[in-house]
T-cell receptor, first 109, second 114 residues
Framework: GQQVMQIPQYQHVQEGEDFTTYCNSS?????IQWYKQRPGGHPVFLIQ?????EVKKQKRLTFQFGEAKKNSSLHITATQTTDVGTYFC?????????FGKGTLLTVNP | GAGVSQTPSNKVTEKGKYVELRCDPI?????LYWYRQSLGQGPEFLIY????????DSGLPNDRFFAVRPEGSVSTLKIQRTERGDSAVYLC????????????FGPGTRLTVL
């Protein structure tokens, strides 16, 4: 099945700094979904990307799907303490999502 | 209810015991998923239901694990002869349909096997 690798595993930033997490695969992906999981919480859907080169924005969050559909990124501009959590990418050919290990973001106020 | 609910929120059991974990999906969602999440890992797919039938149970680790969804709504994940390695958070999710739709996760059941 499809597998995705996420880097970095951890990222600590000062409030106001930018943050980027990457999701990479050796095979072409049909789609990428991004989820956020707050400490002690459950994953919450953020976005789905399907098209090659697709870019979507949600306020301070920018999501990209690579031209070759083998990688994706999530960029947060000017982080806030509310951004703390683990960001997971997941992919699936149909219904079965395979998740990466996630990137844990901590923000120093 | 407004979201996916799971009971119990915490379950502590002894090695060798049988446990049942319940998931109540969002009303109208035909697709239901079970995942298992260990510390520091992403959710790991276990099983997917479309309606009452298990469309894909390839993620179940062995035959001690079984899940049902008899009326196409509530689902129960059953684990027989629990082992310490089964300790994890068991997450349930539902979606309007299969096929790349947004999955709504429940709060999970934290299972601890002593």
């Amino acid at each position: 099945g499809q597998q995705v690798m996420q880097i970095p595993q951890y990222q600590h930033v000062q409030e106001g700094e930018d943050f980027t997490t990457y999701c990479n695969s050796s095979t072409t992906l049909s789609n990428i979904q991004w989820y956020k999981q707050r400490p002690g919480g459950h994953p919450v859907f953020l976005i789905q990307l399907v098209k090659s080169g697709e870019v979507k924005k949600q306020k301070r969050l920018t999501f990209q799907f690579g031209e070759a559909k083998k990688n994706s990124s999530l960029h947060i501009t000017a982080t806030q303490t509310t951004d703390v959590g683990t960001y997971f990418c997941g992919t699936g050919s149909n219904y079965k999502l395979t998740f990466g290990k996630g990137t844990l973001l901590t923000v120093n106020p | 209810g407004a979201g996916v609910s799971q009971t119990p929120s915490n379950k502590v059991t002894e090695k060798g015991k049988y446990v049942e974990l319940r998931c109540d999906p969002i009303s109208g969602h035909t697709a239901l998923y079970w995942y298992r999440q260990s510390l520091g890992q992403g959710p790991e797919f276990l099983i997917y239901f479309q309606g009452t039938g298990a469309a894909d149970d390839s993620g179940l680790p062995n035959d001690r694990f079984f899940a049902v969804r008899p009326e196409g709504s509530v689902s129960t994940l059953k684990i027989q002869r629990t082992e310490r390695g089964d300790s994890a958070v068991y997450l349930c999710a539902s979606s309007l349909a299969g096929g790349g739709h947004e999955q709504f996760f429940g709060p999970g059941t934290r299972l601890t096997v002593l």
